[in-house]
């Protein structure tokens, strides 16, 4: 997607609509890329973000729906590990395939010979662990509709939440396609996740990213993980998983590609995610042009029929 060819506010026409022209570019942008392929689910980003970041618990008892019992992001969850259950028929092969590819967080083991030394056909469970997060999306729909600019863009051309500044409208709430961002029951202010911001300007890596085991949390300039994050996918497919693709790293996506992106192992879908978002202000400034046609077709209508009634009263 391009810049958004039309006049918002008082910004110019060749500006994006999101903020996304504040940031200077002075350094790489920076972002997240979560390689699923290799999550176990441990949940120690989860834990991580909320004792950096002092986020309140948010339920430590199991929902009965999964192993998962957070279910999703939201005012007091900024980072989100899903579990997800798949049972599907598994080949020899392709269970010899992943097992060396690495892929599937809880994949199980290659299937046993029976007593006759046989391998039985096998109907296996795998688990896709993925952790979430926001996108800090490069067209940010809650930067443009916050009316007190709580939402900000960062020197690092990530998306925060000034916490002091948020009225707690919920208007950035109904904006974010993903919805990720959500107000704080008992504190009516809007949360998510900073990105760590205050641990960026001391040099160091997010809170989730340091305490990832595996690397499946990869931290770095976007334009650089983007390459890596290609690489990775080239590398899983050669290995048989065909069905490895990257989300959220395409610039001319609906939001104009996400500073935080992943590779899954399936549909966005399964993993929860909206398989094409798009900026939910895209059309807010055709609205604006509508309604004020409109208005402005009311205004001369009524003058119109006023100036009439003037006009033909006088004559009667």
């Known amino acids: 997607m391009t810049a958004v060819d039309v006049q918002i506010g008082s910004r110019p026409a060749d500006q994006r609509p999101d903020g996304m ?5 002075a350094q790489p942008r920076m972002g997240f890329f979560t390689d699923t392929s290799i999550c176990i689910g441990c949940k120690a980003c989860e834990v991580a973000c909320k004792e950096w970041n002092d986020v309140p618990e948010d339920g430590l008892a199991l929902t009965g729906m999964s192993y ?3 279910v999703s992001l939201g005012a007091s969850t900024w980072r989100h590990v899903a579990f997800i259950e798949q049972q599907r028929p598994v080949s020899v092969a392709a269970a010899g395939t992943e097992a060396a590819a690495g892929t599937g967080a809880a994949a199980a083991p290659a299937p046993r010979q029976d007593a006759s030394g046989q391998h039985p056909g096998v109907s296996d469970v795998r688990w896709l662990m993925a952790s979430d997060v926001c996108k800090h999306c490069t067209h940010a729909a809650c930067l443009d509709v916050c009316p007190t600019g709580a939402l900000m863009r960062t020197e690092f051309g990530t998306v925060v939440v000034q916490s002091d500044i948020c009225n707690g409208c919920g208007y950035c709430v109904s904006a974010c396609p993903y919805g990720v961002i959500e107000r704080r029951e008992g504190d009516g202010r809007a949360w998510k996740c900073t990105l760590c911001y205050d641990r960026l300007g001391a040099g160091m890596e997010p809170a989730c990213a340091q305490a ?5 949390i990869q931290f770095g300039p976007v334009d650089e993980l983007r390459e890596r994050a290609a690489a990775r996918v080239e590398q899983l497919q050669a290995a048989g998983e065909a069905s490895a693709r990257l989300y959220g790293d395409d610039p ?6 996400d500073g935080a ?7 966005p879908e399964v993993y929860g995610l909206p398989p094409d978002p798009v900026v939910t202000t895209r059309d807010l400034p055709s609205m604006w042009r509508h309604a004020g046609a409109a208005a402005a077709t009311m205004a001369t209508l009524a003058a119109v029929s006023f100036a009439a009634e003037r006009l033909w009263g006088g004559k009667r």
């Open 21 to 25: 022209d504040s940031y200077g570019g």
């Open 252 to 257: 001319g996506d609906g939001v104009g590609g």
């Open 212 to 216: 990832c085991p595996t690397k499946s």
């Open 68 to 70: 998962d019992n957070t």
């Open 261 to 267: 992106f992943f590779l899954l192992l399936d549909e």
